[in-house]
């Protein structure tokens, strides 16, 4: 008897042979009942008598058909006739690797561990570790190589497994054009043999920055993202056992048929999946081709972050316990001397009533529902405020800051500690590389939170050095050249030039030596409200003075004014706040979109994030390059493990260098990699300097032209005297 199945635009072809005992009915959504052969999938005892098997009363692993028949509304059919094998004999890896070498075309790739905790420490045996490997060149076909599985023959030892992965598959890992899914984890597993994958394509990130945007719900797990596009069911590692997956059940347990049917699916979908997004031109739909680009680069060096990890000076944590509650509680003595009583910092109720009832701090932020916000970007406003006499003009704002952040530090991090510090003190950050914004966050724990304090006890791990870059008044410049303001151009080309003094020399026509500070203050005032979207009211609060029709028009006049000298920044201007009404997105240099929905945000809303999402925007994509191009050098050169990119802290990166390298020849590259040539535009310098720890790294700034001359003189050949001390 015949049955010829179609689902999914996929036809089979069937041949039933009347032995029910091994075979499944599967009810489609046609109603249609058909008897489907899968003696692969026959139950087997899966718990044997291996003494490394030590599961709780509540563990229990499924066979593939024991899965099937538990999920009724799934459809597996498309399973059959595909091509899958699991390599165990060590002449037919050679085979397979020879294949996939002559291959001219992509290559999908994936890895299976025994869970996700992978860095450095993984090298010394603690965490988890490879399990097996698995390829596919094309639709149908895919291959597993067994490393350390319990239940299947693998294809090498511990004693020689490092050789075996050197010898057969590292030339094809780091030469071949590879297609991964959340390649980033698999590039941290193989960098465990010491190998650097060359991912051009993640489709996770594909589906992300294209998709996902309109779809805001749309799961992205690799077998999701199958059944949305090529519709087909996958199993899931949930399927598989009735207890917590990765404590006492791990993949390395699983039965071969098991791991033939979890495994191979993902690369021959990771080929599909490929097809189908350039069929149907997803990039170019989205016009996200160099977004793409830039992020799936990018993530390869958030891997190499996550790998190294950072380092704090585990021998001094209660002495970093009471700097950080010493600075919390001085924090809030100096509020309540401003404030005159108690308050609760935490309580937004509180802060509200002190900041705008009783101390008049204008409105420059508010919250999705319209409310007042003295949440961190308020406060970072407020911080930039000045009187004439040099002093602090909301001096709460940064109080607040400190406040927060090292309530934050204290529950979040010190109480960790242990959790997050190795005994050597390497700790392993998290970086979510997708916020709307463009830049990263980072959690377990957040560097990017560490006040000053804490960071004069991280340190760089034995034998190496410290190193801190960031850019200088790198918005501004992002500003003045996308608009084209040429005039301004050329002035920033000089490294001593201050944008906002230039400014204010061009608005009230003063010579620049003669801008007295409380015209930049004004100066600096007009940018910040111009860029926030600040109404004239607000600006002339923010400008020092009441709120009143008068006012209001005295501000209208300083913003006019602040285009003097810059008459194309006023076109800019209003072509980005219209361009987040008009297409519900704004676009940054490099053409990277943040999208808006008019449904829940406002109008004044979204012009104001539009307007500020492509200066902010692409300072994120700047940055993202240099560290790309940063660890493109860090491999050209053979420094990989030796320069370590410790920290992403929006505009600026902490690096860990090894003694045995130069830092004049290390700074001539650093320079170059994150200073881009961008033609119009004006340089973009950075700031730079060297320490024992983070906090003395970045407090010890050299001057441009001071950089300029050590990588002149020395950055080819290194200091004659350095040697490591």
């Not at 990039?283 to 990890?309: N, P």
């Not at 401003?338 to 919250?367: A, C, M, R, W």
Request: charged share 30%.
């Amino acid at each position: 008897v015949e049955a010829h199945y179609e689902y999914g635009g996929y036809k089979l072809h069937l041949e039933e042979d009347g032995d029910y005992e091994a075979k499944i009915f599967k009810q489609t959504e046609k109603q249609y009942r058909v008897k489907l052969t899968l003696d692969e999938f026959a139950s087997k005892s899966l718990i044997g008598n291996d003494d490394d098997w030590d599961f709780d009363d509540d563990d229990y692993v499924f066979s593939l058909q024991e899965i099937i028949e538990k999920n009724p509304d799934k459809n597996y059919l498309w399973l059959k006739g595909r091509k899958y094998e699991i390599v165990k004999d060590i002449n037919r890896v050679g085979e397979i690797c020879k294949l996939i070498w002559n291959h001219d075309g992509i290559v999908a790739f994936d890895t299976e561990t025994t869970g996700l905790t992978v860095n450095i420490t993984s090298r010394m045996g603690i965490g988890d570790r490879l399990v097996g490997m698995v390829f596919s060149v094309k639709p149908g076909e895919a291959w597993y190589f067994p490393i350390a599985h319990k239940k299947i023959k693998n294809i090498c030892t511990s004693q020689n497994e490092n050789y075996i992965i050197e010898k057969y598959f590292k030339p094809l890992l780091e030469s071949k054009d590879l297609v991964l899914y959340n390649g980033e984890y698999d590039w941290r597993v193989m960098h465990n043999y010491g190998i650097c994958l060359n991912m051009v394509h993640d489709l996770y990130i594909l589906f992300k920055v294209t998709v996902w945007n309109d779809h805001r719900g749309m799961k992205l797990s690799l077998k999701d993202v199958t059944s949305t596009f090529l519709h087909r069911d996958s199993f899931k590692l949930s399927d598989f056992t009735k207890g917590k997956f990765g404590e006492n059940v791990k993949f390395w347990d699983f039965e071969e048929e098991s791991v033939k049917y979890y495994a191979c699916p993902d690369t021959d979908n990771l080929i599909e999946l490929l097809e189908y997004a350039e069929e149907n031109h997803i990039l170019e739909r989205y016009d996200a081709k160099k977004t793409y680009e830039i992020e799936v680069a990018f993530s390869l060096v958030i891997a190499y972050q996550e790998y190294y990890g950072h380092c704090v000076d585990i021998s001094k944590i209660d002495a970093l316990e009471k700097g950080i509650k010493r600075d919390k509680e001085e924090s809030y003595r100096k509020m309540v001397e401003i404030v005159g009583h108690d308050f609760n910092p935490k309580s937004s109720k509180d802060l509200k009533v002190v900041f705008f009832d009783e101390q008049n701090y204008p409105v420059v932020e508010k919250t999705e529902k319209g409310n007042p916000s003295t949440g961190k970007e308020a406060r970072k406003i407020w911080a930039k405020e000045k009187n004439e006499d040099g002093s602090l003009k909301y001096p709460l704002a940064p109080l607040l800051q400190v406040y927060s952040d090292n309530a934050t530090l204290e529950s979040n991090f010190i109480k960790n500690i242990d959790k997050f510090a190795t005994d050597s003190g390497l700790m392993f950050s998290t970086v979510q590389q997708f916020l709307e914004t463009g830049r990263v966050s980072v959690n377990n724990p957040n560097y990017q939170s560490y006040s000053d304090t804490v960071k004069k006890y991280i340190i760089p791990r034995e034998g190496y050095f410290a190193i801190d870059a960031d850019y200088s008044s790198v918005e501004a410049r992002i500003m003045v050249s996308m608009a084209g303001c040429k005039n301004m151009v050329d002035k920033l080309k000089d490294p001593d030039m201050d944008y906002h003094t230039a400014k204010a020399s061009d608005m009230f026509g003063v010579p620049y030596e003669l801008v007295s500070p409380q015209l930049r203050k004004m100066s600096k005032g007009v940018n910040f409200g111009i860029l926030y979207g600040l109404g004239d009211w607000n600006l002339a609060i923010n400008l020092g003075r009441t709120g009143s029709p008068e006012n209001a028009r005295w501000a209208k006049k300083q913003k006019e004014l602040y285009f003097t000298g810059m008459p194309e920044l006023k076109g800019f201007i209003e072509t980005s706040k219209h361009q987040g009404i008009q297409n519900n997105f704004s676009t940054t240099f490099f053409n990277r979109r943040r999208y808006y929905d008019p449904r829940k945000e406002r109008k004044d809303r979204i012009e104001r994030q539009s307007c500020n999402a492509r200066i902010q925007g692409t300072a994120a994509d700047i940055y993202k390059i240099a560290m790309v191009r940063l660890f493109n050098q860090i491999r050209k050169n053979g420094w990989v493990g030796k320069v370590l990119i410790s920290a992403f802290v929006h505009d600026e990166c902490f690096l860990e260098v090894s003694k045995s390298l130069d830092p004049c020849v290390v700074l001539k590259v650093l320079r170059k990699c994150m200073m881009l040539d961008i033609k119009g535009w004006c340089p973009l310098f950075i700031g730079c300097g060297f320490g024992r720890n983070w906090y003395e790294a970045k407090k010890t700034e050299i001057p441009v032209q001071v950089q300029e001359l050590m990588v002149n003189t020395w950055g080819e050949q290194g200091l004659d005297w350095w040697n490591g001390n």
